[in-house]
Antibody, heavy 122, light 110 residues
Framework: EVQLVESGGGLVQPGESLRLSCAAS????????MHWVRQAPGKGLVWVSR????????SYADSVKGRFTISRDNAKNTLYLQMNSLRAEDTAVYYC???????????????WGQGTMVTVSS | QSALTQPASVSGSPGQSITISCTGT?????????VSWYQQHPGKAPKLMIY???NRPSGVPDRFSGSKSGNTASLTISGLQAEDEADYYC??????????FGGGTKLTVL
């Protein structure tokens, strides 16, 4: 079964750090671009970051640039999101998602994880 | 990058057709054919319904169709069914190599 499972969410104070993980299974992880998308409680979807299949190219939303770092370990079939200097406005469910475009990416997400909640509050 | 503009809500009766619009600019929707649509039921992860403006992934009913004209993309659902009631989001690639979502549209099946 093709599956993405996020972990690492939790409650942190403003200014602290957190690392999210997304374990992939059921497909050739190293062939696909991957993304992080977040959704604040009761709000819409917001794209966070993208990484290409070999990890050599990344992109970020302006709201997280310089604070968040996306990475991947293709040997472990795992995607990461390192989040530093967290703010209250980063509070959201964070989803990892597979890009359906295996070689060039197409920015269409055909497989999603169940999400992990990150709460930033003092 | 500003969010794409979607109507906050639309509604229709079973069997009817509805269309959800998604308006951007020439730097996103109008400039690229990388527009996608997602369906999200409460408490669930989103599901891809349309990619590259008008393509349906396998398993998505052909009642769902997508199109684009200028800076506005549209999702049409024909033959509305009760299970179509959900939130719908559009997304687009942008000229600065990022991605932007619309604000979301709540579809109510009357």
């Amino acid at each position: 079964e093709v599956q993405l499972v996020e972990s690492g969410g939790g409650l942190v104070q403003p200014g602290e750090s957190l690392r999210l993980s997304c374990a992939a299974s059921g497909f050739t992880f190293s062939s696909y671009w991957m993304h992080w998308v977040r959704q604040a409680p009761g709000k819409g979807l917001v794209w966070v970051s993208r990484i290409n299949s070999d990890g050599s190219s990344t992109s970020y939303a302006d709201s997280v640039k310089g604070r968040f770092t996306i990475s991947r370990d293709n040997a472990k079939n795992t995607l990461y999101l390192q989040m530093n200097s967290l703010r209250a406005e980063d509070t959201a469910v964070y989803y990892c998602a597979r890009d359906r475009g295996a070689v060039t990416g197409s920015d269409a997400f055909d497989i999603w994880g169940q999400g992990t909640m990150v709460t930033v509050s003092s | 990058q500003s969010a794409l503009t979607q109507p906050a809500s639309v509604s229709g009766s079973p069997g009817q057709s509805i269309t959800i619009s998604c308006t951007g600019t020439s730097s996103d929707v109008g400039g690229y054919n990388y527009v996608s649509w997602y369906q999200q039921h409460p408490g669930k992860a989103p599901k891809l319904m349309i990619y590259e403006v008008s393509n349906r992934p396998s398993g998505v009913p052909d009642r769902f169709s997508g199109s684009k004209s200028g800076n506005t993309a549209s999702l049409t659902i024909s033959g509305l069914q009760a299970e179509d009631e959900a939130d719908y989001y559009c997304s687009s690639y942008t000229s600065i190599s990022t991605l932007v979502f619309g604000g979301g549209t709540k579809l109510t099946v009357l």
